[in-house]
Structure formats: structure tokens, C-alpha cells
């Protein structure tokens, strides 16, 4: 079936007559979404853009005053917000489906089919058709189409342009959980950003691999963290927290102790928690304070009431609000104080162990980083050194422990024994191995 083999009748979604503008704006909509789920089907990828370009875009360089561009006439009735849902519902139809069927390469021709001549204003543009052109101008320096250009952006090249190009996968999860997106947006972003983290955790796996075997090009598995050679070191720091006091069985003690607890003991036994085994400086004993005041005064109504699920959850959600953001768009107090003492390490170990008890706090932690990233990324990467290298940690902490990825630290030499009792790490390797994703 072709594209010009559909029937041109009314419910034909390409042709609207003015009969079709008496449809109420959701029937028409819905009846565009369902063509575009028929054709992306069914169609090569040169044919469906062909489709959306005219319905979306040609036609906008009339010249005559009496012309009502295509669609557009379900819209004029001041609903330019409603054009813009429909556009991007659309997009992410196509999108999922090229996704699927490895067709990327043509997400970056419909995204740029709003680059286009044709929408530019002319003097001789009719007043309504200026209106069209308009509209899609504002789309096109909307955030609905900034969110859809981060499907266009190859994990390879993610490390030029802007700095926060290389933390797409957090920009992404921020979308598929903002319910106001439609579904196949959601869902687009969902899958898109578990690509480009099971990219970083695979990419670092083998960096780790062959960055320590004297035969073994380094070149060929480039090394995805910006820390240089500093990511190798933090990697076994990390790894060697394991045995009886790893962080996953300090975890496992914590959630069996604090069962049947009140509100308010957990809150005081969660802070115990959080800072168990954190090194704690004199600045950091500061910061211990102002967390626990401000742990302790939230929810104080609920205080004897037992801890519940949702009440867990809610919990762990509001100290990663407190360590991160607490408005979704500057960040909090504890979170500058970490990063400006130095503390980066500290607060993603903070972080990593409220997952470690609650995996349900993934997303919203995730979403907080990308709030903190839309708020550092107007500055310079010079600028934003601490952001940045508290990212490239939590990256490769979350990395390490993810759970089809297993990191392994071994002794090749024996050390010398020393006054100052410091861990010579350079006498270790680290081994990495990818499990088997049996579930696929």
C-alpha cells in the first residue's frame, strides 16, 4: 500500500475540507495519530516523512488570501498548544516505530523538516497562513522541540557541543516520567535513555578490561568518563567497599531493623545510616547537622505513625530532594555545600545508598539530576566543573553497581607495610564482567 493509494475522503487525515473543521479538535487529532500508526507500518521512511511534510509543513507558502493551510484549520481557533501536542505525538509515533526497526538515521530528516524555507514569513503571506507560520516558529524554540532534538544526537558524538550533550540519558528519563508528554514520548525516552546508560556501563566495563593488559590497545575502548585516568583509581576505591560491610549488606541490615518502626525513629535512624562509614570531616559533620534538622521537621504530623511503603518512599524521595533539588529547578543548599567542600564522592554515596533501600527512587533521582543539569547547563563547562564531576562519579558509581554488570578487585602484589596504614591501590587490578540479561 502506497501513499497515494489512500482514500481521499473526509476521515482522510492529509485532506480536511470545511466540513472536516466542524470535527471537534480530539476526533481530528485522533484520527492523525491513527493514520500515522497505519503508515509507519506499512510505508519505507522517505514516504512517511513525505506524509508528515505535507501535512504539517507544505502548503504554508500560499499566496492566496482565501487559503486555509490543511490541518491548520482545526487549530485556528487559538489553539496553538493543541497543534504543538499534535506535532509531537506524531513525531514520537514515527520515532518509536524507527527506533524499533533501526531506522535512526531517518530521526534526524524529520526532525530537521522544520528547518525549512517554506516557513518563513513572507509580506505577501496571507494573515492566516503568517499565523501557521508563526506557530511553528514558537514550536521550533519551544522545549517540546529541544526534547525532541535529543533523539537526534548519536551517543558517539554526545561528547561535543555542550557539556550537557554527555548527560542526555537523565534528560531523557525527565521526560518519560513527565505525564504531561504523550505515552509514545515516554515511552521513546524511556528506551532511549536505557541505551545510551547500558552504552556507558558496557563502554566502561571494557575500558576497565583493557586499560590494565599491556597488549590490549586502549584506543579501541576509549574510556567514557571525562576523569581520565582519575576514573580507574575512583573505580577500584569503589569496588573495594565489599565483604561484610558492603554497601548492599549495610543496606539489607537497615530495611529488616527499621521494619514496624515509628516515622519519626526511622527518620533518625536513616540519617544514622546514611552517614555510617562516610569519613566524617569537620565540614561534613556541618553538613550532617543541617540534614538531620532538616529531615527531622518534615512530615512531623506523621511522626508516630508506623512506616508504611508509600511512607518509605516518600521518605527516601525527600533526602534525595534535599541533597539534590527541592524545587525541581535550582539547587538545594546541601547539594552547593557538598560540591563547593569538596564532598562529590560523599553525596553519591549518600545517593547510591538510599537506592541500595529503595530502588522505587531511581527515577526521581535521575529526574532531580536532570532538573540540576537544565539549571547548570546556561553556564560554561569552566563554570561547572563541580557538576560536572559529580555526574561523571555518580555515573560510574551507578555503574559499578548495576545489576548486570559485576566489578571485581584482586591483589597482584603484596604491600608494603607503611606508618601512614594508606591503601595502595596501584597494587590491585579491577576485573569487570557483563552478566547474562536472562530475562531478554
Same mark, same amino acid.
Given at each position: 500500500m502506497t501513499a497515494n493509494s489512500l482514500p481521499m475522503s #473526509?476521515?482522510?487525515?492529509?485532506?480536511?475540507?470545511?466540513?472536516?473543521?466542524?470535527?471537534?479538535?480530539?476526533?481530528?487529532?485522533?484520527?492523525?495519530?491513527?493514520?500515522?500508526?497505519?503508515?509507519?507500518?506499512?510505508?519505507?521512511?522517505?514516504?512517511v516523512l513525505q506524509e508528515f511534510k505535507g501535512l504539517f509543513i507544505d502548503g504554508l507558502d500560499s499566496q492566496d488570501s482565501d487559503y486555509i493551510p490543511g490541518i491548520y484549520s482545526i487549530f485556528l481557533d487559538d489553539n496553538e498548544q493543541e497543534l504543538f501536542n499534535t506535532i509531537k505525538r506524531c513525531c514520537y509515533i514515527i520515532i518509536n516505530n524507527w527506533k524499533t526497526n533501526r531506522k535512526d538515521k531517518?530521526?534526524? /530528516?524529520?526532525?530537521?523538516?522544520?528547518?525549512?524555507?517554506?516557513l518563513k514569513i513572507k509580506t505577501n503571506n496571507p494573515p492566516v497562513v503568517k499565523t501557521c507560520k508563526i506557530w511553528l516558529e514558537n514550536f521550533v524554540n519551544s522545549k517540546d522541540y529541544n526534547d525532541l532534538k535529543l533523539f537526534t544526537t548519536r551517543y558517539e558524538e554526545s561528547s561535543k557541543g555542550h557539556w550537557a550533550?554527555?548527560?542526555?540519558?537523565?534528560?531523557?528519563?525527565?521526560?518519560?516520567?513527565?505525564?504531561k508528554n504523550p505515552r509514545?514520548?515516554? /515511552?521513546?525516552?524511556?528506551?532511549? @535513555?536505557?541505551?545510551?546508560?547500558? %552504552?556507558?556501563?558496557?563502554?566502561?566495563?571494557?575500558?576497565? +578490561?583493557? !586499560?590494565?593488559?599491556?597488549?590490549?590497545?586502549?584506543?579501541?575502548?576509549?574510556?567514557? !568518563?571525562?576523569?581520565?585516568d582519575q576514573a580507574l583509581?575512583?573505580?577500584?576505591?569503589?569496588? &573495594? %567497599?565489599?565483604?561484610?560491610? !558492603?554497601?548492599?549488606?549495610? +543496606?539489607?541490615?537497615?530495611?529488616?531493623?527499621?521494619?514496624? #518502626?515509628?516515622?519519626?525513629?526511622?527518620?533518625?535512624?536513616?540519617? %544514622?545510616?546514611?552517614?555510617?562509614?562516610?569519613?566524617?570531616?569537620e565540614s561534613v559533620e556541618i553538613l550532617r547537622q543541617?540534614?538531620?534538622?532538616?529531615l527531622s521537621l518534615w512530615k512531623t504530623d506523621y511522626n508516630q505513625q508506623n512506616i508504611t511503603k508509600e511512607?518509605?518512599?516518600?521518605?527516601?524521595?525527600?533526602?534525595?530532594?534535599? &541533597?539534590?533539588?527541592?524545587?525541581?529547578?535550582?539547587?538545594?543548599? &546541601?547539594?552547593?555545600?557538598?560540591?563547593?567542600?569538596?564532598?562529590?564522592?560523599?553525596?553519591?554515596i549518600i545517593l547510591l545508598k538510599i537506592i541500595l533501600i529503595c530502588k522505587n527512587c531511581r527515577r526521581h533521582l535521575e529526574t532531580r539530576i536532570a532538573h540540576l543539569i537544565r539549571f547548570y547547563e546556561k553556564y560554561s563547562e569552566e563554570e561547572c566543573k563541580g557538576i560536572i564531576n559529580f555526574i561523571e562519579i555518580?555515573?560510574?558509581?551507578? +555503574?559499578?553497581?548495576?545489576?548486570?554488570?559485576?566489578?571485581?578487585?584482586? %591483589?597482584?602484589?603484596? /604491600? /608494603? #607495610?607503611? @606508618?601512614?596504614?594508606?591503601?595502595?591501590?596501584?597494587?590491585?587490578?579491577?576485573? !569487570?564482567?557483563?552478566?547474562?540479561?536472562?530475562?531478554?
Open positions: #473526509q476521515e482522510d487525515p492529509r485532506y480536511f475540507t470545511s466540513n472536516s473543521r466542524q470535527l471537534n479538535v480530539r476526533a481530528a487529532q485522533e484520527e492523525v495519530y491513527s493514520f500515522f500508526v497505519e503508515i509507519v507500518k506499512k510505508l519505507p521512511p522517505e514516504d531517518y530521526i534526524q /530528516e524529520l526532525v530537521n523538516l522544520f528547518v525549512n524555507e517554506n550533550n554527555r548527560y542526555t540519558s537523565y534528560l531523557l528519563i525527565d521526560q518519560s516520567v513527565n505525564e509514545e514520548q515516554q /515511552e521513546a525516552a524511556r528506551r532511549l @535513555s536505557k541505551e545510551i546508560k547500558d %552504552k556507558f556501563k558496557f563502554e566502561l566495563a571494557m575500558y576497565v +578490561a583493557r !586499560s590494565q593488559s599491556a597488549v590490549s590497545s586502549t584506543t579501541r575502548y576509549k574510556n567514557p !568518563s571525562v576523569l581520565g583509581r575512583l573505580i577500584k576505591a569503589i569496588v &573495594l %567497599k565489599r565483604g561484610a560491610f !558492603s554497601h548492599e549488606n549495610i +543496606a539489607h541490615i537497615f530495611i529488616k531493623q527499621t521494619q514496624n #518502626q515509628t516515622l519519626e525513629e526511622f527518620k533518625i535512624n536513616l540519617e %544514622k545510616y546514611l552517614f555510617f562509614s562516610v569519613v566524617i570531616q543541617q540534614f538531620s534538622e532538616s511512607l518509605f518512599l516518600r521518605t527516601c524521595n525527600r533526602v534525595i530532594d534535599c &541533597l539534590t533539588t527541592e524545587n525541581g529547578k535550582e539547587p538545594s543548599s &546541601l547539594f552547593i555545600l557538598l560540591l563547593n567542600q569538596g564532598h562529590a564522592l560523599t553525596l553519591v555518580f555515573n560510574i558509581t551507578f +555503574a559499578i553497581y548495576a545489576e548486570n554488570v559485576e566489578y571485581n578487585l584482586i %591483589k597482584m602484589e603484596e /604491600e /608494603e #607495610q607503611s @606508618s601512614n596504614q594508606q591503601l595502595n591501590l596501584d597494587g590491585y587490578r579491577v576485573f !569487570s564482567q557483563m552478566k547474562v540479561d536472562r530475562q531478554k
